[in-house]
Structures are given as structure tokens and as C-alpha cells.
């Protein structure tokens, strides 16, 4: 991490925190330099944090050393929002019609907007078209139901070899389950614990069952120290659950074709939780209008562009993401259902103390995983 020595003197410098690979960030280093050079009495001080994002920025907020622009995501924008610690930003700071107004709900606390989008991220389902063709199942197509979805994970399979669905106990990746059978974690206004709800516990077990009454997905001895990312790229896996960040790395290193399609219908429709990420500005910034000068650029139509080429996001911009930027021809040919599951996913209800649901959560299911 570079540049975190504490305030700067100098109320033209702008400090900039983000996380990210080594290759975004040599998507931003241009970006930086060109708005510099469109700005010359601005100074940007990049601070790439690769690890342990969140606890360093915890850190600098303590320690009253916030940078003055720092991307956050919506599981952590309302603790800090909570806290008094982000500018809300005016309708008068950036057109919310450019995005999609389920990432500015997600990235809102109590009604305020408190980050403007860059991405939009949902999860899908990546298949491997070459083990359909080989078991002569048709390839899944939107809409489909959730004793499709099962149906097909059961010809796919052929254990220990080869499995029909993924299955991770990361609760990002079972709350698809449990909303699209109408439950969740907490309710829209955050004041209710449905986990225990028996729409919940209904897509609870369906989705336990994969593993242990169908066996359609690995248990944890057969995937062994394979991730199913992994599994997946092996070929081991004829469906997997996942989101767009995955797309560089499967461009690079699959051999076999493949695609992306919308998660199942279940009784409540094909709900997955709907996240962004996107760009605050310290409460106590010094330079509050450079900051805010920096945001705006990074927000651009310009700037969504050159990030979305690298395969890596959904554009929280719905110009860029409804444009052949996104739509570009590559795999997964059919991008465009990152942009249909926008239209059915739910912005992830968040809590100031939504890390910790999450932890009991994962926690309390362990025994029903294994």
C-alpha cells in the first residue's frame, strides 16, 4: 500500500483508496493521469490496498486519516455512512438516471445516496456447453424453472468425475436459493431475521439437498482442495454458480465452450441478491470539490467504458452496459443475461451489522452442509 502516511498538507491532492488486481490497476494508472492532465491544479495520490481493504480503511477512518475518495461496496457504504464518516451526495452531483436505480438503491443508506455506482453485480449460471451436448440435455435458456434446472444438474452428473452444480457454502452463493423461494436473510426494512422463515428453509434444503440428497454437486472430499471456479475450468463441473468478475479469468484459461445464463425460477421468480461498488468521498475531506471533481470523472461514460473492456464488470451505467462495450461478442455470448437478472434481482438488504448475520449464518448451516 502506497501513500498512507496519514492527511496531506496540500488540499489540491486528492487521495484515491481501492482495492483490485494488478490489471485493474493498470486500467485506473491512465485514467488517473489523464484526469491530472485535464486538471492540472489537482493532484491524485493513488493508494492501492490489494489486501485487507476494509480493516485498513477501519483503520484511517479511526485514525482521522481517511483518503478523500475511497471505493466501497454496499455491504460496507452503511456502517460508515451510519457513522456520519460519507458526503451524501445532491441530486445536483451526478445524473441517477444514467444508472440502473437498483445500484443506487444498494448503494443508499436511510434514503441517501452515499457512493455513485461504477458496477452492478448479480449472480448467474456459467454451464459448460460441452458436457450438455455430450449427455444430449438442451442447453438451459431464461426462464427456466427450478425442477429444470434440477433435472438438468442430474443428467450432467457423473460422480466423482463430473458434477451437474456447484456448491459453496459462502452465503453469497446460497441466497439465490433462498430468495428466489421468496425468503432471505433480513427483510426490506431491516428490522426482521427471515432467515428462519419457512420460505427461507424451503430454499434452504433444496439447496443442501443438491449435495446430500441428490448428489449432483461435490461434497467437500470430492471437490478436495479444488475451488469450483477450478472444478469448473477442469471441466468437472457442468454448471456453476457465479458473477461477471470470474469472466477474464475463464476467457484465458478455458478450453471448452461455454455460456452464462439466468438463475431458475422458483416459486418467488429468479431472484439472486443484486450488489454494487462505487466511488464515496470522506466526510472530512479537505478538498470536498475536487474530490467530488475526481468522482464525477470517474463516473463518465469515458471511464465506464475503458473498466468494462477488460471483461471484468456489469456497468452500473446503463448506456455502457446496454452498448456493444459490454455486449462485445466475446464469451459468454450471452452477456445480455447480466443485464436480464438486473431486472429480477433484489438489492441486498444491509445492516450495519450485516457482516456478522452473515457469519452466524454460515455458521448455523455448516451441519446442514455436511
Not at 433462498?178 to 425468503?183: K, Q, R
Amino acid at each position: 500500500m502506497c501513500g498512507c502516511g496519514g492527511r496531506k498538507d496540500n488540499s489540491d491532492v486528492i487521495q484515491f483508496a481501492s482495492w483490485g488486481s494488478k490489471s485493474e490497476v493498470e486500467i485506473l494508472k491512465p485514467l488517473i493521469a489523464e484526469f491530472e492532465q485535464e486538471n492540472p491544479d489537482i493532484k491524485i495520490e493513488f493508494m492501492h490496498i490489494p489486501q485487507n481493504y476494509f480493516q485498513k480503511i477501519h483503520l484511517l477512518f479511526a485514525s482521522k486519516k481517511a483518503p478523500d475518495v475511497i471505493f466501497l461496496n454496499n455491504q460496507y457504504l452503511p456502517v460508515y455512512a451510519n457513522a456520519g464518516l460519507l458526503r451524501k451526495f445532491e441530486e445536483s452531483d451526478f445524473d441517477k438516471d444514467e444508472f440502473y436505480p437498483e445500484a443506487i438503491k444498494a448503494l443508499s443508506w436511510r434514503g441517501d445516496c452515499y457512493a455513485v455506482p461504477r458496477d452492478i453485480s448479480t449472480l448467474v449460471i456459467f454451464y459448460n456447453k460441452d458436457i450438455f451436448k455430450s449427455n444430449n440435455t438442451p442447453f438451459p435458456k431464461g426462464g427456466w424453472t427450478m425442477e429444470e434446472f434440477l433435472e438438468d444438474a442430474k443428467e450432467l452428473s457423473s460422480p466423482p468425475d463430473i458434477f451437474g452444480i456447484s456448491f459453496e457454502e459462502d452465503v453469497l452463493f446460497y441466497l439465490p436459493y433462498l430468495m428466489s423461494f421468496g425468503g432471505g436473510l433480513l427483510s426490506d426494512d431491516l428490522s426482521v431475521d427471515i432467515s428462519e422463515s419457512k420460505e427461507s428453509l424451503e430454499g434452504l434444503q433444496f439447496y443442501a439437498d443438491l449435495r446430500k440428497k441428490y448428489h449432483v454437486a461435490p461434497l467437500k472430499s470430492e471437490s478436495a482442495s479444488a475451488t469450483m471456479a477450478q472444478m469448473f475450468m477442469q471441466g468437472r463441473l457442468g454448471m456453476y454458480l457465479s458473477g461477471r468478475w470470474i469472466v477474464p479469468k475463464f476467457r484465458e484459461e478455458i478450453n471448452f465452450d461455454w455460456d452464462v445464463v439466468t438463475f431458475p425460477v422458483g416459486t418467488a421468480g429468479s431472484v439472486t441478491p443484486l450488489d454494487a461498488s462505487g466511488w464515496a468521498i470522506s466526510a472530512d475531506s479537505d478538498n470536498p470539490e475536487g474530490a467530488l471533481k475526481f468522482v464525477q470523472y470517474l463516473a463518465s461514460k469515458h471511464v465506464s467504458e475503458k473498466i468494462t473492456e477488460s471483461g471484468l464488470i456489469v456497468p452500473a451505467r446503463m448506456d455502457v452496459a446496454e452498448s456493444e462495450v459490454f455486449l462485445d461478442g466475446q464469451k459468454p455470448h450471452n452477456a445480455k443475461a447480466f443485464i436480464n437478472s438486473v431486472k429480477t434481482a433484489k438489492p441486498t438488504p444491509v445492516s450495519v451489522e450485516y457482516r456478522i448475520i452473515l457469519d452466524k449464518t454460515k455458521a448455523k448451516n455448516e451441519y446442514l452442509f455436511n
